[in-house]
């Protein structure tokens, strides 16, 4: 058995291009820096970020895919310089009506 280091939900605040994604995410928050920030400074082995189905955050994954310290997973995921990875999710939010509020 070894020891994983690992973040399962990382919102992203911006993309590179400065189009807001999460608002209350930190700006400086785009898919790259969160994967250097993973590899150079905290240790982190598998990272969840989330509102990676973002149109705008698709272009950054592609872009980031095509500079040579990235690639895709045969089975899912992004591997970046053989140190982390990324798994790329999408919140889903919904409203269910329970009793209390049904009968409010």
Do not use: Q, W
């Amino acid at each position: 058995m070894y020891e994983v280091f690992a973040d399962l939900h990382i919102h992203i605040g911006r993309t590179k291009n400065n189009k807001p994604i999460k608002i209350t995410a930190a700006r400086s928050l785009n898919f790259e820096n969160i994967a250097k920030e993973c590899v150079e400074r905290k240790g982190i082995n598998i990272a969840g970020i989330i509102d990676s189905a973002s149109p705008y955050v698709i272009e950054d994954i592609e872009e980031f895919l095509k500079n040579g310290d990235a690639r895709e997973l045969e089975d899912g995921g992004i591997i970046y310089k053989n140190k982390v990875c990324l798994i790329l999710g999408s919140e889903i939010e919904t409203s269910e009506i329970t009793e209390e509020r049904k009968n409010r």
